[in-house]
Nanobody, 123 residues
Framework: QVQLVESGGGAVQDGGSLRLSCHAS????????VGWSRQAPGKEREFVAR???????TITDSVKGRFTTSRDNAEKTVYLQMNSLKPEDTAVYYC?????????????????WGQGTQVTVSS
């Protein structure tokens, strides 16, 4: 079992930056893929980025070049750095962990989820 706590959300203006953190308790993240997704009002949850178990990263096209993800094993934390934010990035952002080590879930098919953190970008 793993518990995830997200932090770092907030309100910024168009072009601003935020860094989201996802801290895990109960398990090291070093063998697990950690994903980031978001859900805007009235829309389905969508995949944003993931830090794969093999230390590679995958970023969805709509945020590529603006968002990056990284991991600090010692701190059991994964980060989502968001730069050049746009109003269309406004959503609740979630981190999630795969259910098994050495796997890469597709889309938003993760087992453990954080509570979400609100990101609001104003124009």
């Amino acid at each position: 079992q793993v518990q995830l706590v997200e932090s770092g959300g907030g309100a910024v203006q168009d072009g601003g930056s935020l860094r989201l953190s996802c801290h895990a308790s109960g398990r090291s993240l070093s063998r697990y893929t950690v994903g980031w997704s978001r859900q805007a009002p009235g829309k389905e949850r969508e995949f944003v980025a993931r830090f794969n178990w093999d230390d590679t990263t995958t970023i969805t096209d709509s945020v590529k070049g603006r968002f990056t993800t990284s991991r600090d094993n010692a701190e059991k934390t994964v980060y989502l750095q968001m730069n050049s934010l746009k109003p269309e990035d406004t959503a609740v952002y979630y981190c999630a962990v795969a259910g098994r080590p050495w796997m890469i879930p597709q889309g938003v098919d993760y087992t453990y989820w954080g509570q979400g953190t609100q990101v609001t970008v104003s124009s």
